[in-house]
């Protein structure tokens, strides 16, 4: 039975075959020949013609079919057929088809523009995927450096700013956007060369300036949007971060609010100082922006040279919110609130080995700190068209810092309490009127009045200078205030000529007025026993600078050459004690540069110029002041003009957009006469009295080397750099003794921009440091670090960072320390929420050693870090 049952089987199977040609009858290749069950229409077997034509379909069941005829280049054909115990023989002959295809655009977007002074990076070719803020990606732009401390350099120039959409919020207090601000809604970066803060200035002065603009993608624009993320520790000390941005950026009105509250070292400001005091040299209307009050004494809270989250043991809590109204198509406002608290604790030891002279002994110091900050800040900024040459601007500025440090200081077995309270505020008001009467031709007339307050109380609670003083006191006081007051007027006439040539005259007046009171007081317990002559200060300083300055560039085809001369008539009064004097000097200060656009790649900007330079309030006050617990210093007690004179050298090769691109940086200076120090060093004391000493040269050199290697798709930059000066002073009543300092540093990295799984960032520095005076001392530091990156899918990625730093002038067990830090980041719903673990200083190293040396001490200095802890975030974006 079962053969039988073979045999029918056998029997009722049968093929199909054929050929297959085309509308002239000749064979048609590679024809889809499909056969389908005429039921349901399910495929049976399917086959293709060869180069005759030919097809064959094999073991066909009887039964009905359909059969199929089918290529792009003909009309689709289908054949009924029955298959009835036979096979059977099935030859066609297609009909052309012609297909219309839809119009298909191809475009291209290229990672880099450039259009004239702006290039243009398109930011989703930069970014790999782990970026979280804005300064995650600036990174990675090529040709832009990020500091440690988050300042942004193009070569060795810092920008001016960074805009929104062609607006600014926080001038050079930029990091605050930077570290803050998402990246998410960035469409592409500009950057803008030869920029100017006035846009009447545009293409008439010679700007060097350079400034960064952040285009947002459209659906970002007009509609509020924002984020908010929030972390805590895992299995570790009470470690949070909390971090929100709220924002609207639309055409007429921009919001940008945020908030930042941590205590795991994350700086969420940059330089506080660089929000309050932006400063711009040599620009028009800058008038003042050097101006500032001095503060005498601080705690010596001072960190070591690494990631600030590492060393920064703090409390933080931050709130900005910034606002810009377009009033009209004339009147545009700017209103800016700042709200900073933090707590910082430091811990420091250290061992002090001095050796001056005839003199030799060792200080040890325990250091344990605390600072308390807490700083408002208030800024209006009012912009007023007139016409559309004419503008008004005023700026008006508020801020008040208040500061509470103590300190429990272990001085060589003697345990010293140290408190010091601080208060600064600043009032600031500026007014500018710009008038640009004809095509190149701008006038400026700017006004400027500042008023500042520093008061410091400072006591320690151990009395330390027996050698010193008589007196039978057991511990110490200093009072001090230092008010400030400037006023300035200032006209500006800038004239660009038809041929290139720029003239440019400047006049102007600018008063200071420095008060300056401190009181050092003996105390036993509460009772004041004495306040110690010469060091006290009562003192009025007053300089009134009326200046003319003159500057024309001639425009020479490939060459711009540079002349200025700077006049100043000073009129300096010194009410110190009630007791005046008064100096009327007159000085000239000469410039002459010279830029040499060789070609589109060569470069070179020289300048030679002779300076004069008027004391300051520090320089002339007659009292010692103290400086720290044990240190006190002196002005000279008379007036000063110190002259010296400076040449710089600066070479660039290359473009952006190259794959090759170098810069080098040359400054040597000297000074005719120069402030240093006759310092008595004791152990349990120091002091310093300025003196005026001739002669004094400083070299500085430095290099960068930006190479791009497509074959890798890696970017090397190497950077050279070279300090060296010499200078006198006299230590302990010897005789003029000569000071020579040398320090170098040189280093690489290595950073990949794959678009895959992988990228990584590698790098290596090292820091040469050489004192020479009648010994000499040396040391050579490194420090390596290897950033990887591991993109393993849209939703899920790791990011691992390792340092190595190592000294060479510590002991073996001393001299190397390692650091690892982890993120790894979920993305849960993209652009909504993501998750995120991080963990800081995997490796635990709670100490931290460095070595240092100066022209009369060695010093040891371990300081305690943030220890390791796990922070679990989610972040979550509407």
């Not at 390792?802 to 993305?827: C, M, P, Q, T």
Request: proline share 2%; net charge neutral.
């Amino acid at each position: 039975m079962f053969l039988i049952t073979i045999s029918i089987n056998c029997y009722s199977q049968w093929n199909i075959i054929g050929k297959v040609g085309d509308n002239k009858k000749k064979p048609a290749f590679l024809i889809n020949v499909v056969l389908k069950k005429s039921t349901d229409l399910s495929i049976i077997n399917y086959t293709f013609t060869n180069e005759n034509g030919d097809y064959e379909i094999h073991n066909i069941p009887n039964g009905e079919y359909f059969l199929e005829f089918s290529s792009i280049n003909y009309e689709r054909k289908t054949i009924p057929l029955l298959i009835n115990n036979e096979s059977i023989v099935y030859n066609i002959n297609l009909v052309d088809e012609v297909t219309i295809l839809d119009e298909v655009i191809i475009t291209s977007e290229k990672p880099i523009t450039i259009k004239k002074d702006t290039i243009s990076f398109l930011a989703k070719s930069f970014i790999q995927g782990n970026e979280q803020v804005i300064e995650d990606l600036l990174k990675k732009i090529p040709g832009l450096n990020i500091t440690s401390d988050g300042t942004i350099k193009v070569g060795n120039q810092e920008v001016e700013k960074v805009m929104i959409d062609g607006d600014d919020m926080f001038e050079r207090g930029y990091k605050i956007l930077t570290k803050n601000m998402p990246v998410n809604p960035v469409e592409k970066v500009e950057i803008y060369q030869h920029y100017s803060n006035n846009k009447h200035l545009k293409g008439i002065e010679n700007s060097n300036k350079v400034a960064l603009n952040l285009t947002l993608k459209e659906d970002a624009k007009r509609v509020w949007f924002g984020n908010i993320s929030a972390g805590y520790g895992l299995g570790s000390e009470n470690r949070y971060e909390v971090r929100s941005n709220l924002m609207n950026f639309g055409k007429k009105n921009k919001y940008y609010f945020l908030t930042n509250i941590n205590n795991i070292g994350e700086d969420a400001t940059g330089e506080i100082n660089n929000l309050i005091r932006p400063y711009r040299f040599d620009e028009p209307a800058s008038i003042g922006d050097d101006q500032t009050a001095n503060t005498l004494l601080g705690l010596g809270i001072d960190t070591p040279n690494l990631k600030q989250k590492r060393v920064n043991l703090n409390n933080a809590e931050m709130l900005s919110l910034n606002s810009i109204f377009t009033l009209s198509d004339k009147i545009k406002l700017k209103i800016l609130g700042f709200l900073n608290t933090d707590e910082i604790d430091f811990f420091r030891n250290s061992l002090q080995q001095f050796s001056v002279e005839n003199t030799t002994f060792t200080n040890t110091e325990n250091f344990v700190g605390r600072k308390t900050q807490l700083t408002g800040f208030g800024k209006v900024d009012l912009t007023y068209d007139i016409t559309k040459t004419k503008t008004f601007a005023y700026t008006g500025k508020f801020n008040k810092t208040n500061e509470k440090n103590r300190s429990d200081l272990l001085f060589n077995n003697d345990l010293l309490n140290e408190r010091l309270n601080a208060n600064n505020q600043l009032f600031d008001q500026k007014i500018v009127f710009t008038n640009k009467f004809k095509e190149n031709k701008v006038f400026l007339l700017s006004s400027r009045y500042i008023n500042e307050k520093t008061l410091q109380n400072y006591s320690v609670n151990q009395f330390i200078f027996n050698d010193l003083f008589t007196e039978n006191a057991n511990n110490t006081k200093q009072f001090s205030k230092n008010k400030m007051q400037f006023a300035g007027l200032e006209a500006h006439l800038l004239d660009k000529k038809r041929n290139g040539d720029l003239l440019e005259l400047k006049i102007g007046n600018q008063v200071r007025i420095d008060d300056l009171n401190t009181s050092f007081e003996l105390l036993q317990n509460e009772n004041n026993l004495a306040f110690p002559n010469g060091y006290q200060n009562n003192l009025t300083y007053t300089t009134n600078d009326l200046y003319l300055s003159a500057k024309y560039d001639f425009k020479l085809k490939n060459f711009t050459l540079l002349t200025q001369s700077d006049f100043h008539q000073l009129f300096n009064q010194l009410a110190n004690f009630e007791e005046k004097t008064t100096q009327n000097p007159f000085y000239i200060m000469p410039k002459i540069g010279l830029d040499w656009k060789i070609n589109d790649k060569n470069k070179i900007l020289t300048s030679y110029s002779y300076n004069t330079t008027n004391a300051g309030v520090l320089d002339v006050y007659s009292g010692f002041v103290q400086t720290g617990f044990r240190s006190f210093s002196k002005g000279l007690e008379e007036f000063n003009q110190l002259n010296s004179s400076s040449a710089v050298l600066n070479y660039t090769y290359g473009s952006w957009g190259d794959k090759f691109f170098a810069n080098t940086f040359i400054l040597y200076s000297t000074n005719n006469d120069f402030f240093s120090n006759n310092s008595i060093i004791a152990q349990n004391y120091s002091q310093s009295e300025k003196i005026i000493i001739k002669d004094r040269e400083f070299l500085s050199i430095s290099s960068s080397i930006d190479r791009y290697f497509k074959p890798i798709k890696s970017n090397l930059k190497i950077n050279l750099g070279a300090n060296k000066t010499n200078f006198k002073n006299i230590v302990n009543n010897s005789n003029l003794r000569e000071v020579k300092n040398f320090n170098a540093d040189y280093g690489f990295e290595l950073r990949s921009g794959f678009r895959g799984f992988f990228n990584y960032h590698i790098g290596s520095k090292w820091n040469y440091n050489q004192v020479e005076t009648t010994i000499k001392n040396s040391f050579t530091d490194n420090m390596s670090f290897l950033d990887l990156s591991f993109m393993f899918s849209d939703k899920f990625n790791i990011q691992l960072q390792s340092e190595r730093y190592f000294f060479g002038n510590l002991d073996k067990d001393n001299n190397k320390y390692y650091f690892l830090d982890l993120e790894a980041r979920y993305v849960v719903k993209e652009n909504k929420l993501t998750f995120f673990l991080s963990g800081n200083n995997l490796f635990n190293t709670e100490t931290f050693r460095n070595y240092s040396i100066s022209d009369i001490n060695i010093s040891q200095t371990e300081y305690r870090l943030m220890p390791r802890y796990m922070l679990l975030k989610m972040e979550y974006r509407f």
